[in-house]
């Protein structure tokens, strides 16, 4: 029988293994490693891996919890993104992730990627209507309705899915049954994560989003604080964080196409009139990315409906180059002759890697599943093929790009 021993101490992990007990001479060698080499091995591993090792004892539990381990973990893995997929099991009635690394210029058409299986989270299709996750945390509201209750209960949960965890906050009621909507984002001055959540209310012949509360994460007690929004608008569901800043597309009266920013750390709101601007409502196909730390809205010039298809000639790139002047520069992509013959169903735009290549995901998901890479440089078109578990039944698949694993625990 053979016997471990470990114990942390200032200066390192001492790893004791004993041999048998039934020899006479009882032999031990013993090898103490310091913490920053054990947290620098930790920190190559893979998301789920880590997950596996907090499990093992109590010193790895306390070490992978350790905020130098995770912010760690999250620099490298800022360094790596990935390309995250969630599935609608059909079957199983819950939410399965994948990720794989992002492929670099993949050369051939028949280029396919073998995600691994990442958690499982109980089904709800709010979870993907939001464009990106949060520093690796997804956000989606659950909606409860009980019999004989008038008003709504609307549960915001937060997910991760390289650790399996989800987090319940605190329930928002709504007495008008149009919805809540709420979005995830970080501060990077108080290193806190905030959700911003509001509910949709029906006012003189249109939909507004009304009662704007906040939440931090990580408090003593989670609740739910007013904050004060001067534009009466009607949110929606395509959003993004950076650096520091929510952003969603909406639209207000005379502002038909406008994108609301909220600063976390402020609390403050500020409105970009996209219209006024770029003298264009946004397409239904809009896509918000992070355009080198810039907002940009990424979307199809000729058409206004949800998706792109082959027909479509060329897609734009609108970044906000300064929120407080409107200032915006625009950049159009011709498609080349070949992209009606590689596109032959409707499409939605996933995001964008690095400044040249566009990834886009079929609208409706088709098994198997895959994705398609237009280089914007060098005009070329590439299909990726994604290998699934057998067995799942595919109701709904999603791309999600430049994913970063995050180990942090809620």
């Not at 409707?346 to 890479?373: H, K």
């Amino acid at each position: 029988m053979k016997q471990r021993k470990q114990n942390d101490s200032e200066n390192g992990v001492n790893i004791t293994r004993g041999i048998t007990r039934s020899m006479t001479t009882r032999h031990r060698n013993s090898l103490t490693l310091p913490v920053e080499v054990v947290t620098e091995i930790f920190s190559r591993l893979p998301s789920k891996s880590i997950a596996r090792c907090r499990c093992v004892c109590k010193l790895w539990s306390s070490m992978l919890r350790r905020q130098d381990f995770t912010e760690l973990f999250l620099t490298k893995s800022c360094a790596r993104p990935r390309l995250l997929f969630a599935c609608e099991d059909g079957n199983e009635h819950e939410v399965v992730f994948f990720s794989s690394p992002q492929p670099e210029n993949p050369e051939e058409n028949s280029y396919v990627v073998a995600p691994s299986q990442l958690a499982c989270f109980p089904s709800s299709h709010r979870l993907f209507y939001t464009n990106t996750p949060t520093g690796g945390f997804f956000c989606y509201v659950v909606e409860r309705i009980f019999e004989g209750m008038k008003d709504s209960e609307y549960v915001p949960v937060i997910c991760n899915p390289s650790t399996g965890q989800s987090l319940n906050l605190p329930t928002l009621k709504s007495s008008k049954r149009f919805g809540v909507e709420s979005y995830l984002g970080y501060d990077p001055v108080s290193k806190e994560f905030k959700v911003l959540s509001m509910e949709t209310s029906f006012v003189s012949g249109q939909y507004i989003s009304v009662k704007h509360q906040v939440l931090t994460l990580g408090t003593e007690k989670l609740s739910w604080r007013m904050v004060e929004c001067c534009i009466p608008h009607n949110s929606s569901r395509k959003w993004i964080c950076i650096s520091g800043v929510l952003y969603y597309t909406a639209r207000a009266g005379n502002w038909s196409s406008m994108v609301v920013c909220f600063d976390l750390n402020s609390e403050k709101f500020t409105f970009v009139n996209f219209m006024k601007a770029s003298g264009k409502e946004m397409h239904g196909s809009t896509t918000l990315i992070n355009n080198n730390g810039k907002l940009g809205l990424l979307m199809s010039e000729d058409t206004s409906s949800d998706y792109i298809c082959g027909a479509s000639k060329s897609l734009e790139l609108w970044v906000l180059r300064d929120a407080g002047k409107n200032e915006w520069s625009e950049h159009v992509y011709v498609l080349p002759p070949s992209w009606e013959d590689v596109v032959s169903e409707y499409m939605r735009i996933s995001g964008m890697v690095g400044t040249n290549e566009i990834v886009l995901a079929p609208l409706f998901q088709n098994v198997p599943p895959y994705v398609i890479y237009y280089n914007v440089e060098r005009k070329t078109i590439r299909k990726v093929g994604i290998q699934v578990m057998e067995g799942l039944q595919v109701k709904r698949f999603y791309t999600f790009v430049n994913y970063v694993e995050d180990v942090k625990f809620l």
